[in-house]
């Protein structure tokens, strides 16, 4: 059974700082590609940050050096670090198996971005 489940997001002020955790099932954790996703608003949800198994990352242009993703796979857990926050960055965050994701989405985390 997949379990995927976003938490740490939050209301911040443009510049701060955030870390999302993803507690995953080991069955998709373990020797996968992991990635984190964000939709905002009336937009189709878009992949930020991906990690390979390995701890290969790549990222989209528009994260790129103010995200960093990481993984711990002794906890089945994948992090997202979000620095110098934009409104832009506003979105409801989800972490799933990247970059083709598995057809279970988790609830998600909220990431509000104030100007």
């Known amino acids: 059974q997949v379990q995927l489940k976003e938490s740490g997001g939050g209301l911040v002020q443009a510049g701060d700082s955030l870390i999302l955790s993803c507690a995953a099932s080991?069955?998709?954790?373990?020797?996968?590609?992991m990635g984190w996703y964000r939709q905002a608003p009336g937009k189709q949800r878009e992949l930020v940050a991906t990690?390979?198994?390995?701890?290969?990352?790549n990222y989209a242009e528009s994260v790129k050096g103010r995200f960093t993703i990481s993984r711990d796979s002794s906890k089945n857990t994948m992090y997202l670090q979000m620095n110098s926050l934009k409104p832009e960055d506003t979105a409801v965050y989800y972490c799933?198996?990247?970059?083709?994701?598995?057809?279970?989405w988790g609830q998600g985390t909220q990431v509000t971005v104030s100007s």
């Open positions: 080991g069955s998709i954790f373990s020797r996968n590609a």
């Open positions: 799933n198996k990247a970059p083709s994701a598995t057809g279970y």
């Open positions: 990690i390979t198994a390995g701890g290969n990352t």
